[in-house]
C-alpha cells in the first residue's frame, strides 16, 4: 500500500468544481463513482471550443485518504498519453519535417523492422512488429534512452511489420520518440508542451519537473481496491492470454506504486505510458483536436490554433481496420496514434478518437459535437466490469448533450 493510514470505514469524499447548466446529472454520475464505486481520486472535464461544461474534481490523493485531490493535482494517466503524444507528433507533419505516408527508414535505417517499407503511419498504428524485445528488462532500463532504442533497433520483428496490429504497450514511447527526436531535434516531451500544451494552458506533462512532483496523486493498484456492497465483484477469472501478450505488457512488469509513482518514472519520456495530467488538461487538448486543431476566444482568453484542420484529417486515417489486436485478442480500428470508437467508448459517434489508459483514465475528442473529454483517476480498476467508471461518464455526458 502507499500508505500505512487506514481508511476511514466510510470516508467523506469532498467534491468540487463546476458543471454548466444541463450537466447536472454529469455531476451526480461523478459522485456516484465514489459513493456506489471504488473512486478514490479523480478529476474529470467536458469542453467545448473553448467553453467549459464540465470541470469537476474531488476525492483523495492516496488511498488512506488523508490528501484532498486538488484543482491542480496530476496524476500518472498511463496510455492515454499515447493519444495526446500523437496530436504533439502531427505537428512535426504539419512542419514539413515528415509524412505519414514516408518510409521510417528514411529517418531510422539503423531500425531492423522498417527494412522492408514499413510507414510512419503503420508505426504509429502499432504495426511494426516490435511490441517489445527478447531481452529480459528492469524499469530501470526504460530510463535509458540509448540502450533501449539499441534494442529495438536490433530486434528481430516478432511478424511481418505492417501486416498486422499488436498493441505496443510500452515501446510505442520509444518508437515514436526516436522519429521526433531525429526529425525535430528534440524530445516528444518537448515538442507537446512547447506546440500543444503551452499554448493550450493544459495541464500535461510527459517529463515532469521534479519541483512539480509533489503535485501528482498517488496510483492504487487494482489490488487495493475499495470493496462495496454496491457494485457486483469484478470478474477475477484469469484471462486466456495472446502469447505475445508478455512481451508488450510484463517484459518490464511496471508496479502502480513501486514504479509508476516514482521520481524517475515521473521524470522521464515514455509518451507510451507516463503523461502526469489532469482531466482538464487532457480535455483542453481534445477540445481543439475536436474543433478543427482550434479553440475559440472567451472574455477571458484569446483564440488559440495548434494545428490546422487538414494535419488532423491526415492524423485520423484509419490504418488499421476491426483487426484483431495480437496482443489484445480484439477487433480494434486505429489511425495514426489513436483508438478510433468503435463499441461506444467515446459517446454515440463513428468519428470520435482519443485513448484510453490502463486502469480507467480516458481522453477523446468528438468533432460532431465539438467537445474534448478528459477523466483521470488514481484508483486502478479491478478485474473486467460491465460498467467502468469512464463509461458512466461518458452515458452521462452526451444524456446531458442530448437533452
Known amino acids: 500500500m502507499p500508505t500505512s493510514a487506514l481508511p476511514p470505514a466510510k470516508p467523506d469524499f469532498p467534491i468540487h468544481g463546476f458543471v454548466a447548466p444541463g450537466f447536472e446529472n454529469v455531476r451526480a454520475a461523478f459522485i456516484a463513482n465514489f459513493t456506489d464505486g471504488i473512486e478514490v481520486g479523480a478529476s474529470l472535464s467536458v469542453r467545448h471550443n473553448g467553453q467549459e461544461l464540465v470541470n469537476l474534481w474531488g476525492g483523495f490523493q492516496d488511498s488512506g485518504f488523508t490528501r484532498p485531490w486538488q484543482q491542480d493535482t496530476l496524476v500518472n494517466v498511463y496510455s492515454t498519453t499515447k493519444g495526446v503524444a500523437a496530436i504533439a507528433f502531427a505537428t512535426l507533419v504539419e512542419d514539413g519535417l515528415l509524412n505519414y505516408d514516408d518510409p521510417v527508414s528514411n529517418l531510422w535505417p539503423e531500425f531492423r523492422a522498417a527494412a522492408d517499407g514499413l510507414t510512419i503511419g503503420q508505426l504509429l498504428s502499432h504495426q511494426s512488429g516490435v511490441p517489445g524485445v527478447a531481452e529480459r528488462l528492469t524499469v530501470t532500463d526504460l530510463?535509458?534512452?540509448?540502450?533501449?532504442?539499441?534494442?529495438?533497433?536490433?530486434?528481430?520483428?516478432?511478424?511481418?511489420?505492417?501486416?498486422?496490429?499488436?498493441?505496443?504497450?510500452?515501446?510505442?514511447?520509444?518508437?515514436?520518440?526516436?522519429?521526433?527526436?531525429?526529425?525535430?531535434?528534440?524530445?516528444?516531451?518537448?515538442?507537446?508542451?512547447?506546440?500543444?500544451?503551452?499554448?493550450?494552458?493544459?495541464?500535461?506533462?510527459?517529463?515532469?519537473?521534479?519541483?512539480?512532483?509533489?503535485?501528482?496523486?498517488?496510483?492504487?493498484?487494482?489490488?487495493?481496491?475499495?470493496?462495496?456492497?454496491?457494485?457486483?465483484?469484478?470478474?477475477?477469472?484469469?484471462?486466456?492470454?495472446?502469447?505475445?501478450?508478455?512481451?508488450?505488457?510484463?517484459?518490464?512488469?511496471?508496479?502502480?506504486?513501486?514504479?509508476?509513482?516514482?521520481?524517475?518514472?515521473?521524470?522521464?519520456?515514455?509518451?507510451?505510458?507516463?503523461?502526469?495530467?489532469?482531466?482538464?488538461?487532457?480535455?483542453?487538448?481534445?477540445?481543439?483536436?475536436?474543433?478543427?486543431?482550434?479553440?475559440?476566444?472567451?472574455?477571458?482568453?484569446?483564440?488559440?490554433?495548434?494545428?490546422?484542420?487538414?494535419?488532423?484529417?491526415?492524423?485520423?486515417v484509419q490504418e488499421v481496420a476491426m483487426e484483431e489486436d495480437l496482443i489484445l485478442a480484439k477487433p480494434m480500428r486505429r489511425s495514426r496514434g489513436f483508438i478510433l470508437n468503435t463499441n461506444n467508448e467515446y459517446g454515440p459517434t463513428e468519428g470520435a478518437f482519443g485513448h484510453a489508459g490502463a486502469g480507467g483514465s480516458l481522453g477523446f475528442a468528438d468533432?460532431?459535437?465539438?467537445?474534448?473529454?478528459?477523466?483521470?483517476?488514481n484508483q486502478m480498476q479491478p478485474g473486467v466490469v460491465e460498467k467502468t467508471r469512464s463509461d458512466l461518464l461518458v452515458e452521462a455526458v452526451y444524456a446531458a448533450l442530448d437533452a
Open 143 to 316: 530510463y535509458d534512452w540509448s540502450k533501449m532504442i539499441g534494442l529495438l533497433e536490433q530486434q528481430q520483428p516478432y511478424w511481418p511489420p505492417g501486416s498486422a496490429a499488436g498493441y505496443h504497450a510500452i515501446h510505442w514511447g520509444f518508437l515514436v520518440g526516436e522519429l521526433v527526436r531525429r526529425a525535430a531535434g528534440k524530445s516528444l516531451g518537448a515538442v507537446l508542451a512547447e506546440r500543444i500544451a503551452g499554448p493550450l494552458t493544459a495541464e500535461f506533462h510527459l517529463g515532469l519537473a521534479a519541483s512539480e512532483h509533489e503535485r501528482v496523486a498517488d496510483l492504487i493498484g487494482p489490488n487495493h481496491a475499495r470493496t462495496t456492497d454496491k457494485l457486483p465483484p469484478p470478474d477475477t477469472t484469469p484471462p486466456r492470454l495472446p502469447k505475445l501478450f508478455p512481451v508488450a505488457l510484463l517484459n518490464p512488469s511496471i508496479r502502480p506504486w513501486k514504479d509508476a509513482c516514482s521520481a524517475e518514472w515521473r521524470s522521464a519520456e515514455i509518451a507510451a505510458a507516463n503523461g502526469q495530467a489532469s482531466g482538464d488538461g487532457i480535455a483542453r487538448i481534445y477540445d481543439a483536436a475536436a474543433n478543427g486543431g482550434a479553440i475559440a476566444g472567451t472574455a477571458d482568453a484569446d483564440g488559440v490554433r495548434v494545428l490546422e484542420p487538414a494535419t488532423l484529417t491526415a492524423a485520423n
Open 367 to 377: 468533432p460532431d459535437y465539438g467537445i474534448g473529454f478528459g477523466y483521470a483517476m
